[in-house]
């Protein structure tokens, strides 16, 4: 082969080479294509562009029709990392990118902070089912709170009440309170906090077993807090 074959065909070599590595953009909606290499700031977590997802990294890919593929090692931290593909699909509603996929969580969110061709900045955005679950919470602290607002040091001046419904039917558990507190506004925010839980399990399809949660038959003090006694 002369100098000058070999020189046209360098020159094919790397013209096919480049086209091949060119990662396609849709003008129309940056969003589209595979995201890899995150890299977690406090709230936010930036992506790169690719033409395709890492053999040993986290990325997602958005096709077109609304599909997505989520390249994970899922929620094992422990090395070796074993990474896999997780089916799912995504919702585009302004900068709100909604995802389910059939890995835990199965529904979430991100907020697009920042979108250019090659860098995808996101910021976990709470679900509506996380939201309430977090007021659920909210509402519990406050009833610990109050609880434990009271010091323990005469176990005959405390009481215990169930709390709580689970998915399956029965009190969550059991929480000690004073007689010295208004006892009538503590019941009554019990019994909001039970409902309340009651209506989330029916709304988001809570799965939980069906033991039955033992009663306590006395409080104790100790160390001035309240402990309930099996």
Known sequence: MNLKNLFLLLVV????????????IDADNLLLGTW????YNDETTTFKRANALPNDGYGLSFTE??????????WCG?????YF???GSFELDNTLVRISTQNYPTDYAWRIISLTENELVVKRE??????????LMDLFNEIQEWSYSVSCSNASNWLFTAYGAKACGGAQ???AYSSRIDTSSFLNKIATYTQAEKEFNVKWGIISDCSITKAP?????QNGYPTLKY
């Not at 422990?78 to 074993?82: A, E, G, K, R």
């Not at 709470?126 to 977090?134: F, N, P, S, Y």
């Open 13 to 24: 070599t790397v013209l096919f080479s480049c086209e091949k590595n060119d990662v396609a």
């Open 36 to 39: 890899v290499n995150p890299v």
């Open 65 to 74: 029709n609304g599909n997505l593929v989520e390249r994970t090692s899922g």
């Open 78 to 82: 422990t090395p070796p990392l074993s």
């Open 85 to 87: 593909n997780i089916e």
């Open 126 to 135: 709470l679900t509506a089912q996380e939201i309430e679950h977090r007021n």
């Open 173 to 175: 558990g059991y929480i």
């Open 217 to 221: 038959i006395s409080v104790v003090c």
